[in-house]
């Protein structure tokens, strides 16, 4: 998928309302039918199957059960969705709103992920980040627009408040291990808080 491709991820969307679709048409089930067996509204089967919506795991696992499908139908469907509300940003993109609000978009999307994937090849991620790392990343860093020095402050304070969402247990982290080593820094042309 191309950074913020909204076409290719409305795509995603479809064939997972597509895929949906062709398990309730195979088990033989009416939109009622299945919304019934599934304890939903027909309306919001609906919505699904039109990619309206992406449905949640608890849904897919419904709907899986509902139509008799297999676990492999439902990993499949898990793996359609996961693309279907992946969305990629290119960095300039992010920052155009200003780093404040960038932080605070960030923790709304934070708030609505199951599961947070992050990786950096070089920092340690902002979710793991001090006040005082955040702050030299943020002076030191390589923006398409660099926060001057009294939004630094905000910024850090934004980014700090996000790791509120570390405490909740309904979230599940993946973390991909940084590695900074001097190599890394002189490639990158300055030097990174370690």
């Known amino acids: 998928m191309t950074a913020s491709d909204p076409t290719e991820q409305l795509a995603q969307r479809n064939r997972l309302a597509a895929a949906l679709r062709k398990l309730r048409m195979a088990a033989?089930?009416?939109?009622h039918?299945?919304?019934?067996?599934?304890g939903l509204s027909q309306s919001k089967v609906s919505r699904l199957e039109n990619a309206k919506?992406?449905?949640?795991?608890?849904e897919l696992e419904a709907w899986v059960e509902a139509a008799g499908a297999t676990a492999q139908d439902l990993a499949e469907l898990l793996e359609l969705a996961d693309r279907a509300l992946t969305e990629l940003t290119t960095w300039?993109?992010?920052?155009?709103?200003?780093h404040v609000r960038n932080q605070q978009a960030v923790a709304d999307l934070e708030t609505t992920a199951a599961t947070i994937h992050t990786f950096h090849p070089v920092i340690?991620?902002?979710l793991l980040q001090t006040a005082e790392y955040a702050r030299q990343v943020f002076l030191s860093g390589d923006f398409p627009t660099r926060p001057g020095p009294t939004d630094v402050a905000a910024v850090v304070a934004a980014r700090v408040e996000r790791q509120a969402i570390l405490y909740d247990q309904g979230k599940r982290f993946a973390a991909r291990p940084h590695h900074l080593d001097r190599h890394a820094a002189e490639h990158l042309g300055r030097d990174h808080p370690a």
């Open 28 to 31: 033989d089930l009416s939109t």
């Open 33 to 38: 039918e299945l919304a019934t067996r599934m």
């Open 53 to 58: 919506k992406v449905p949640s795991r608890s």
């Open 92 to 98: 300039r993109e992010v920052v155009h709103g200003g």
């Open 124 to 126: 340690i991620p902002g």
